[in-house]
């Protein structure tokens, strides 16, 4: 199977985006790693993806209509990333509630250590998961890329951007 790739620059920095030629398979911040397999060609799917993001980003867009397919991933993982595309627009949730949504209340550790390994962020929008406390938590792609796709989506959607909690962690 061919794996195609592309990068894109964003308001988050670099992006490497895959697809398999019928979905997308990740949304990788940098750095990343490349396979020298990949073909640095876009097909269809990485063009409508970098599409969207262009409007996610420029606030004309809060949803995506995507073929996900994650390139990896255990059942588990996968149930966690398939509940966290069901998080509003500009709202956030906490591990503990996340668990307690795929099924298993106790697991919040386990749903923390799936989010963070979400190949497909933003699209798969992990970054919408927080602390107990409301502290900015646990996000792969830095705490600052997770206060900015926050803040964006709460502007465009006229709710107030979160508070500075980075004292807290």
């Known amino acids: 199977m061919t794996t195609y790739r592309t990068t894109i620059d964003s308001p988050v920095g670099q992006l490497l985006l895959t697809s398999d030629g019928t979905s997308l398979t990740r949304l990788l911040f940098g750095p990343y790693d490349i396979d020298p397999s990949w073909v640095d060609q876009r097909d269809d799917v990485l063009d409508e993806s970098v599409h969207q993001l262009d409007d996610y980003f420029a606030g004309r867009r809060t949803d995506f209509d995507l073929p996900l397919e994650p390139a990896e ?33 106790n697991a919040s550790r386990a749903v923390g250590l799936a989010n963070g390994r979400n190949p497909i962020s933003i699209v798969v929008p992990c970054h919408r998961v ?33 508070e500075d909690q980075l004292s807290l962690l």
């Open 73 to 105: 991933g255990t059942a588990f993982q996968r149930r966690v990333w398939l509940e966290l595309r069901t998080i509003p627009y500009a709202t956030t949730i906490n591990y503990g509630q996340l668990a307690g949504r795929v099924g298993n209340p």
């Open 130 to 162: 927080i602390g107990a406390n409301g502290s900015l938590t646990g996000y792969g792609g830095g705490l600052d890329r997770k206060r900015l796709l926050l803040d964006l989506e709460r502007r465009v959607a006229g709710t107030e951007p979160i």
